[in-house]
């Protein structure tokens, strides 16, 4: 198997991870764990594997320019906190497929702001596709409806497009850290500022859990959150991205309500109403033209 091939298995598993872990996550959520809990037993196992993985390497002794610490703690909080916190908070609320299609809207945020911080050019493509996009998201959220799984599918919309959009502003910061750092230094220390950001507001939630009422699926669900849709996604992320270029790499996120909507139906009989397949239309197309290499630019 050559490196390219592995580089797209490493995508196609990463986003696989990615889709299942919409469903997985209900399994605890909020039944077991609550939210804010959640995410402090992610950021901190993740953390804490990051560090240790690496340890003694020549990237564990890799020193930060002291200019750079601002935009860390940025990215700790855009890239881990908020993005995290306000993701898990929707799917409390909201359902596996909502969730994954209102993630789709990332890649149409990340184009809109890197216009205004990178000077990037407005094409006509971009403009019908950010129009797109946003038609497509208030579709979904304005007449989405509630499903069997959703709680309040409005709010839960919502916080998945705050955390759609604390992401992007992620990726734009981190865009010139990754391009002086390597990918894992940069990331490792992300997710220990990030920690320190989640853990005021996880604690309690984390010490009301009552871990003697887990069963082998319940800890099994866990695991997969923190291990496979965290640590394996952002280390085969960074694989392949230095194979592949960033734009193949984002294409990939397509995949994610598929394997989230094939999974939620086989999972909790959720429903496929045609305001969810007219909502993706219009996000899918938007996302096409906004990513598109060839552009009539205005």
Do not use: C, H, Q
């Given at each position: 198997m050559n490196d390219r091939l592995k580089a797209h298995m490493a995508l196609l598993g990463a986003n696989l991870f990615y889709g299942a872990g919409f469903t997985v996550a209900k399994i605890v959520m909020p039944s077991l764990i609550q939210p804010k809990g959640f995410i402090l037993i992610r950021v901190a196992v993740v953390t804490l594997m990051f560090w240790f993985s690496y340890l003694g390497g020549k990237e564990f002794k890799t020193k930060i320019d002291r200019k750079d610490w601002r935009t860390f703690i940025l990215c700790g909080l855009f890239g881990v906190a908020t993005n995290q916190l306000f993701f898990f908070m929707g799917l409390n609320l909201t359902s596996p497929i909502h969730a994954s299609l209102m993630m789709l809207s990332t890649?149409?945020?990340?184009?809109?702001?890197?216009?205004?911080?990178?000077?990037?050019?407005?094409?006509?493509?971009?403009?019908?596709?950010?129009?797109?996009?946003?038609?497509?998201?208030?579709?979904?959220?304005?007449?989405?409806?509630?499903?069997?799984?959703?709680?309040?599918?409005?709010?839960?919309?919502?916080?998945?497009?705050?955390?759609?959009?604390?992401?992007?502003?992620?990726?734009?910061?981190?865009?010139?850290?990754?391009?002086?750092?390597?990918?894992?230094?940069?990331?490792?220390?992300?997710?220990?500022?990030?920690?320190?950001?989640?853990?005021?507001?996880?604690?309690?939630?984390?010490?009301?859990?009552q871990w003697n009422l887990f069963a082998y699926k319940e800890w099994l669900a866990v695991a997969f959150i923190v291990i496979c849709c965290t640590f394996f996604t952002y280390l085969w992320n960074i694989y392949a991205l230095r194979i592949l270029s960033p734009a193949t790499a984002g294409a990939y996120i397509y995949l994610q309500p598929v394997f989230a909507a094939v999974i939620a139906i086989f999972f909790y009989n959720e429903s496929l109403s045609w305001i969810k397949i007219m909502s993706s239309v219009f996000i899918f197309t938007g996302v096409y033209l906004v990513s598109k290499k060839k552009q009539v630019v205005l």
């Open positions: 890649p149409i945020l990340v184009s809109l702001f890197a216009i205004y911080a990178f000077g990037d050019t407005l094409s006509i493509n971009k403009i019908i596709g950010l129009i797109l996009g946003v038609t497509g998201a208030v579709i979904l959220v304005l007449l989405g409806g509630k499903d069997k799984v959703a709680v309040n599918a409005l709010m839960g919309d919502l916080f998945v497009l705050l955390n759609a959009t604390s992401y992007a502003i992620y990726l734009i910061m981190v865009k010139p850290l990754m391009a002086k750092y390597r990918p894992i230094v940069v990331i490792r220390w992300v997710f220990l500022i990030g920690l320190f950001f989640v853990l005021p507001f996880g604690w309690k939630e984390v010490t009301d859990i």
